[in-house]
């Protein structure tokens, strides 16, 4: 990762006089300058002054967690947090990572924040971040801090001294806390025994917009244990700690992979930077102690043992350090800069992160995993994997299941190839006529004389109609795909009407009559190899005379005990919405309100990148993104929403339905509109606020010479004054 921080001049040193202040947990920080110091395990309210507009914030915490603070798997245990229920920053231990999250950290929003795992990097959108940067475990006293600079996104962690850095994109100068700042640390607001829900603290854990991956259930977040009589510290700074004023730039890079130990023989590294100007070395720097470890137990520092200890005196940058390293080794390694003639551990000495690096495997090394790939039948279909090995190797492709099938190229359809150059190996899959039967995950399985090792698996979909409710006196599934639906209670013969072209569609549902004709099919995950989902259908809404004062369901897969997974629907004025798991709605605007008693052809596609996009008589009406549908396992609901608790279909859509269709891909505007056409024979103007369209004068949709001719009637006309020729 990029080190840039150059932002923090470490105060209190006299010019003449380098030497490094050390705070007790974040090194050339001045303890005094922390605007919250709790010595305690504490939950405070509104104890941390506003950081306005700096845009830095350093968290750090000193505690000993137990073993149920390393293994809760159901939501986050607090080590420090501040803000209030919409912002908030702070760390956690999430299944045994110390996690930095952030909520509302783009500047903006909050509220709405969905963080989509514990490595999410992106604030833009959902305004919602997390990082687990590294484990923490039972019984050992860790001292750790996060270093967040919002301006440029940059974030280091250092966990007892090993370092982690990470980028955050989307940022724009804020941590948000001119508001709401109640602190907590290793404890939680409010009471033990209270609901941890609005408010809480952080912004992080609202139970019911829940925004850390774990978090599982309603009140899951909890207070750390702590080793009984551990010593427990809290602070934080407006601040951000400046990497450059340590030893810095190690070769091989902190936390590199894959280091070949015949083309790397020793360690090197650049001098400590002064702080007055980091594009010097510190002057005061008269010599490194260098400890390279053959033992480095993170969980038990007592087993650490050094390898290498030893001195180099200050000179030109890079200091190089001899060492050899073996096959599957990883390396540990850290200089301590000595200032003025001072001894190893003194007091004014600076000591630099523990780096670490991971020599190649013995064992072939992946360098490049497949992807996810998803393709119409009949295309031919290729994945692709690279890895290095140091002895001679072989490959087999391999189909996950129970068991798993290891493919064969004799398969006239299957290609397998490896092509080989030095110590690199690249090989692919190939499928010359991919069909249904070859939907599934595959990986490469690299071997050679020391063992094998399996790349990440890539998902291979096949793009297709998933399901198709044409409700011609039934609710088949005449996709194919055995999809059938089961309504509430059956129709009345009258119910069945024609539909929106009968000699082409036959019949249609009307749902007015008796709403609970609503209909559930068994459950299924609709886009499970694609990670794309479409929904079209014709309705004749019945309007807001007979329709319910609330929102209704056209084709939703919810279920009251599981996460939302996605909802789309129809407001009480006839405005279709789309809705995901946490609540991120994408609603079509007036101009695109459903007519009364009319046949209306209505669309909602999400796109592998995140989009959604509704459509109505086959133009583009809303486009919202980040949005994502879920891809649970679960029924989905036509003419309604979910169950209620009694079992029956809810909140039922009145109207007239026909031709229901899902796709386990995103649809293109052009095949939207050629639904539409196919019915009505009306031409579309697909996307009318396009930017091809931006010439478009007179509104036809096309920019042609009747717009030239409109742009050259009003040729040289101007408002100046005085007027120019």
């Known amino acids: 990762m990029t080190k840039i921080y150059k932002i923090l001049v470490l105060m209190f040193i006299a010019a003449a006089c380098s030497v490094s202040m050390a705070g007790e947990i974040v090194p050339g920080f001045n303890d005094a300058d922390a605007l919250v110091d709790f010595s305690e395990k504490t939950a405070q309210s509104q104890t941390c002054p506003p950081i306005d507009s700096s845009g830095f914030i350093t968290l750090a915490a000193k505690f000993t967690p137990t073993e149920a603070d390393t293994t809760k798997t159901d939501g986050p245990v607090i080590v420090i947090e501040v803000g209030g229920t919409t912002f908030g920053t702070g760390l956690y231990i999430c299944d045994g990572m110390l996690t930095f999250c952030s909520k509302g950290a783009g500047g903006s929003g909050g509220e709405q924040a969905n963080v989509a795992s514990l ?23 860790t001292e750790a801090f996060a270093s967040f600079n919002a301006n440029t996104g940059e974030l280091a962690v250092m966990i007892n001294g090993r370092l982690y ?46 925004s850390i991956a774990l978090v599982t259930s309603d009140g899951c977040a909890v207070a750390m244990e702590t080793e009984t009589g551990s010593d427990v510290r809290g602070q934080i700074f407006e601040d951000v700690i400046d990497l450059e004023t340590f030893p810095r730039n190690p070769v091989p890079a902190n936390n590199a ?50 390898e290498v200890d030893t001195f180099v005196s200050a000179g030109t940058d890079p200091i190089t350090v001899p060492y050899t390293f073996n096959l599957g080794d990883t390396v540990y390694w850290q200089v301590e800069e000595q200032i003025n003639g001072a001894s190893k551990g003194d007091a004014d000495n600076i000591a630099g992160p523990v780096w670490e690096f991971e020599a190649l495997p013995a064992v072939p090394a992946i360098t490049d995993s497949p992807e996810d790939t998803a393709d119409f039948a009949g295309a031919e279909v290729t994945l692709n994997t690279a890895f290095t090995s140091k002895s001679p190797a072989s490959v087999n492709w391999v189909k996950a299941g129970e068991p798993e099938i290891i493919l064969d190229d004799s398969d006239p359809d299957i290609t397998i190839g490896v092509s080989q150059h030095g110590d690199s190996y690249t090989s692919s899959l190939s499928f010359a006529n991919f069909e249904k039967a070859d939907q599934g995950e595959y990986f490469c399985r690299a071997n050679n004389a020391a063992g094998s090792v399996d790349s990440e698996s890539a998902k291979l979909g096949v793009k297709r109609m998933i399901g198709y409710w044409p409700l011609d006196g039934d609710y088949t599934d005449a996709s194919g795909e055995g999809h059938h639906a089961d309504p509430n209670t059956t129709p009345l013969a009258s119910q069945w009407v024609d539909g929106v072209d009968p000699a ?35 309705i004749k809404w019945a309007g807001v005379g007979a329709a319910p004062d609330n929102w209704t369901g056209l084709v939703c897969s919810k279920k009251l005990d599981v996460e939302n997974n996605w909802w789309f629907g129809l407001g009480p004025e006839g405005q279709i919405d789309i809705n995901h798991q946490n609540y991120g709605p994408v609603t079509a605007g007036q101009e695109y309100f459903l007519p009364e008693g009319e046949w209306a052809h209505i669309a909602f596609v999400n796109s592998e990148d995140m989009q959604g996009r ?27 929403d979910m169950r209620d608790e009694n079992g029956t279909l809810w909140r ?32 579309v103007c697909t996307e009318p606020d396009s930017s091809v369209l931006q010439y ?5 949709c096309k920019v042609d010479l009747a717009d030239f001719a409109l742009m050259a009637g009003d040729w040289n006309e101007s408002n100046l004054y005085p007027q120019l020729d």
Not at 274 to 300: E, K, L, Q
């Open 119 to 141: 490595d999410d990097t992106d604030a833009s959108g959902d305004e919602g971040v997390a990082v687990a940067m590294g484990e923490v475990y039972p019984g050992v006293e």
């Open 257 to 306: 992979i894959n280091v070949d130990p015949a083309a790397v023989t020793s360690v090197q590294f650049d001098t400590a930077g002064d702080p007055a100007n980091t594009a010097n070395p510190n002057s005061d720097v008269t010599g490194h102690f260098v400890t390279i470890y053959s033992t480095f137990d993170p969980a038990d520092p007592n087993n650490n043992v050094a």
């Open 504 to 538: 082409a569609t036959g019949q249609a549902l009307d749902t007015e009559p008796n709403a609970l004709v609503a209909a559930e099919t068994d459950a299924f995950v609709p886009a499970e190899y694609s990670d794309e989902l479409s929904i079209t259908l014709w």
């Open 165 to 210: 850095e990470e980028t955050i994109t989307g940022t724009l100068g804020s941590t948000n806390l001119t508001g709401d700042r109640r602190v907590s640390v290793l404890g939680q607001f409010p009471a033990e025994g209270e609901s941890y829900n609005y408010p809480s603290m952080g912004g992080l854990s609202r139970d019911w917009y829940p």
């Open 652 to 683: 039922p859509t009145y109207g007239v339905f026909d031709e229901i269709k899902m796709y386990n891909y995103a649809l293109s505007s052009e095949e939207v509109a050629e639904q539409y056409y196919q019915i009505t024979g009306e031409t």
């Open 696 to 700: 478009d004068f007179n509104g036809d």
């Open 614 to 640: 509704l459509y109505v008589n086959g133009t583009l009406a809303a486009v919202g993104g980040p949005y994502k549908t879920s891809r649970n396992e679960l029924p989905v609901q036509l003419m309604s």
